[in-house]
């Protein structure tokens, strides 16, 4: 299983980027996704999370609203649109999978997990 996310990069307050994350290697009929991030010197927290048939989507409260996941099944890719951002969303983005067809908001229920893409967002 392969996932290589993109998209990250240095953005001003408010302003918007879009994450992606290529998926590989699995079926991802019976899979979930998930985004998450981790600061520096912080713990890796939960972003959103995706059923892949996009029947089910829940965010954690802090990006609720300004972010929205999706999903484009013919090319397996899983995207973040993230949209008045601020300098506290300022992490390093992950792409989860989990090998069963129920979102979670828990790192250690995802299998697989991509290298992660940077976002900095300045004041």
């Known amino acids: 299983v392969q996932l290589v996310e993109s998209g990250g990069g240095l953005v001003q307050a408010g302003g918007s980027l879009r994450l992606s994350c290529a998926a590989s290697g699995m079926p991802f009929s019976s899979a979930a996704m998930g985004w998450f991030r981790q600061a520096p010197g912080k713990e890796r927290e939960f972003v959103s999370a995706?059923?892949?048939?996009?029947?089910?989507?829940i965010y954690a409260d802090s990006v609720k609203g300004r972010f929205t996941i999706s999903g484009d099944n013919a090319k397996k890719t899983v995207s973040l649109q993230m949209n008045s951002l601020k300098p506290e969303d300022t992490a390093v983005y992950y792409c989860?999978?989990?090998?069963?067809?129920?979102?979670?908001?828990?790192?250690?229920?995802?299998?697989?997990w991509g290298q992660g893409t940077l976002v900095t967002v300045s004041s």
């Open positions: 995706r059923t892949w048939d996009g029947g089910r989507t």
């Open positions: 989860a999978a989990r090998r069963y067809p129920a979102t979670s908001s828990r790192p250690g229920e995802y299998d697989y």
